[in-house]
């Protein structure tokens, strides 16, 4: 059964950076790729950041503010978030995805059959 966790969420303030967990069971990394997503409050669920289960010379992933890495030795991803503002207030999830390049998650929920339960980021001063 595929299960996955996150967790590192809570209070930063503007400017600051975060890294959140995806602690991942039932699969390996190296065969499934995880996508991480969001959802703020009263609005649409909104896609980050993957990262493909065949590396290749692509890891880290990084998209202007948002870093996906991984550690295989502790089945965990991770999504490091640099100079956080209000609008990344949300609730962040990581889901997988059982193929080897992970379809991009800004555009597509296809083929991430399984959810973590998400953690909450709060940017405040």
């Known amino acids: 059964q595929l299960h996955l966790v996150e967790s590192g969420g809570g209070l930063v303030q503007p400017g600051g950076s975060l890294r959140l967990s995806c602690t991942t069971s039932?699969?390996?990394?190296?065969?499934?790729?995880v996508g991480w997503f969001r959802q703020a409050p009263g609005k649409d669920r909104e896609g980050i950041l993957c990262?493909?289960?065949?590396?290749?010379s692509r890891h880290p992933s990084r998209e202007g503010r948002f870093t996906v890495s991984r550690d295989i030795t502790k089945n965990t991803v991770y999504l490091q978030i640099d100079n956080l503002g209000p609008e990344d207030t949300a609730k962040y999830y990581c889901?997988?995805?059982?193929?080897?390049?992970?379809?991009?998650?800004?555009?597509?929920?296809?083929?991430?059959?399984?959810w973590g339960q998400g953690t909450q980021v709060t940017v405040s001063s």
């Open positions: 889901a997988v995805a059982p193929v080897t390049y992970c379809p991009d998650p800004k555009t597509t929920t296809s083929h991430y059959d399984t």
């Open positions: 039932g699969f390996s990394l190296e065969h499934y790729s």
């Open positions: 990262i493909n289960s065949y590396l290749g």
